[in-house]
C-alpha cells in the first residue's frame, strides 16, 4: 500500500498547535460535505481513541487523509461540551434559553457554531464520571468522556473572536 501524504493548509497546523497548548488531545475527522451533510466521523479505525497531544504526530496523522477536519476527544482533554442542535426538528437554542431563565447564564467559555447552526459550549471538566448524553434536554447533548467534538476552523468557527 502506498502512503500519499497531504499538505495540509496552515491555518490547519496553526489550529492544531493552539489546541495542543490548551492541552487538547485531537485526531483527523472526515469532511463536512454539502452534499451528503455533516460527515465528522473520525478517518482512524479507533475513532478518538488515536487522538495524540503533539505537534509532530498530529500533523503526521493529519497528513494521511484528504481534507480532514479536527476532532477532540473529550476525555483526555478534560472538557465537557454543551451540544446544541437545531436540525432536523431540534430547537436545541430554545431549550438553552429557557435552562439559562431557570438556572441563570453560563460563565464566558469557549463557544463554536457548529455547520447547522449549532452550538458548542465548552467547559474544563476533570469529573470523569459524566458520561456523554444524547437528549439531555430537548435538542442539547453533553459530549463528555467517551466522546469527542469537531472544531474550528473547517466548517465550525468560534462565537466570539478567538486567534489561534
Request: hydrophobic share 35%; charged share 25%.
Amino acid at each position: 500500500m502506498i502512503d500519499l501524504l497531504i499538505d495540509l493548509p496552515a491555518d490547519l497546523i496553526r489550529y492544531l498547535e493552539f489546541y495542543i497548548q490548551q492541552g487538547f488531545w485531537v485526531f483527523p475527522c472526515k469532511p463536512i460535505n454539502g452534499i451528503k451533510g455533516v460527515e465528522k466521523s473520525p478517518y482512524t479505525h479507533h475513532g478518538f481513541k488515536d487522538a495524540v497531544n503533539n505537534l509532530e504526530q498530529a500533523i503526521a496523522l493529519f497528513r494521511k487523509y484528504p481534507d480532514p477536519i479536527i476532532g477532540i476527544d473529550c476525555e483526555r482533554s478534560e472538557i465537557l461540551a454543551v451540544d446544541v442542535d437545531n436540525k432536523n426538528g431540534k430547537h436545541g437554542t430554545e431549550s438553552f434559553m429557557a435552562l439559562e431563565i431557570k438556572y441563570g447564564k453560563l460563565p464566558t467559555t469557549w463557544w463554536t457554531i457548529t455547520p447547522n447552526a449549532g452550538d458548542h459550549i465548552i467547559f474544563r471538566s476533570k469529573n470523569k464520571d459524566i458520561r456523554c448524553s444524547e437528549d439531555f434536554w430537548p435538542g442539547i447533548d453533553i459530549k463528555a468522556n467517551g466522546g469527542y467534538i469537531c472544531a474550528p476552523p473547517i466548517g465550525y468557527r468560534f462565537h466570539e473572536s478567538i486567534d489561534p
